[in-house]
């Protein structure tokens, strides 16, 4: 699999403010993904993020709160907008081998 | 009922013990099965595919079931290192996203 790292892994934001995570795979890779896990919760698919194209939303996630960008095939960024405190997460990106999801180290958001 | 349920523990047992971990599926069309491990404050990480046939690696055993749309994981002579949350994931069917369950938090007692 291919080496994935987010930026930043951590931070703690202001309620109303947003907050743009970087994710970069040392090589190129069709799909990428961004997943949130919630305190003591699972991984929830957010969207896919597609190379040259508008990412592909899952339903409960809307573009105008969590707009994603993928300008090239080992880069994506995923922004939270107008934070609040029930977006205190672990939000994570993700590429897929042949059938298996591969995840990066996340980042740990804290919204006050 | 969920996509994916698995008993969420936490599991208490012994150094040596032998563990195992159900989850269910409700898309009777999902082909693709994995069990992942997290460590705390850590990524999910692949632990192994879980294939038609069952398949095993080292101390760990996978199988699926179909017909009762589960699959399961074994662990025996559990280490202390076993100690974490085990997710088990399948694709969604109808395109291939891969979902995951809540976990099982595994605590192995020395």
């Known amino acids: 699999s291919a080496v994935i790292s ?10 109303g403010t947003s907050l743009t995570i970087q994710c970069q795979v040392d090589s190129q890779v ?6 949130r896990q919630q305190p003591g919760q699972s991984l929830t698919l957010i969207a896919t993020a597609n190379q040259g194209s508008e990412a592909t939303y899952e339903s409960g996630f809307v573009i105008d709160k969590f707009p994603i960008s993928r300008p090239n095939l080992t880069f994506s960024t995923l922004t939270v907008s107008n934070l ?10 993700g590429h897929r081998g042949l059938y298996e999801q591969y995840f990066g180290p996340g980042t740990r958001l804290t919204v006050t | 009922r969920k996509e994916v349920e698995q008993d969420p523990g936490p599991f208490n047992v012994p150094e040596g013990a032998t563990v195992a971990f159900n989850c269910t599926y409700s898309n ?8 992942y491990r997290q460590d705390c404050r850590k990524e999910p990480k692949l632990l192994m595919s879980v294939y ?6 080292g101390r760990f055993t996978a199988q699926l079931n179909r017909a009762s749309q589960y699959i399961s ?5 559990s280490k202390l290192s076993d100690s974490a949350t085990y997710l088990c994931a399948v694709n969604r069917g109808r395109d291939d996203k891969i979902i995951f369950g809540k976990g099982t938090r595994l605590h192995i007692l020395p």
């Open chain 1, 6 to 15: 987010q930026k930043p892994s951590r931070d703690i934001c202001q309620r």
């Open chain 1, 30 to 35: 069709t799909m990428m993904f961004w997943y």
């Open chain 1, 84 to 93: 609040s405190p029930e977006d205190s997460s672990i939000y994570l990106c």
């Open chain 2, 28 to 35: 009777s069309a999902s082909q693709s099965f994995f069990w």
């Open chain 2, 52 to 57: 038609s046939s069952g398949n095993e690696d």
């Open chain 2, 73 to 77: 994981l074994l662990i025996r002579d």
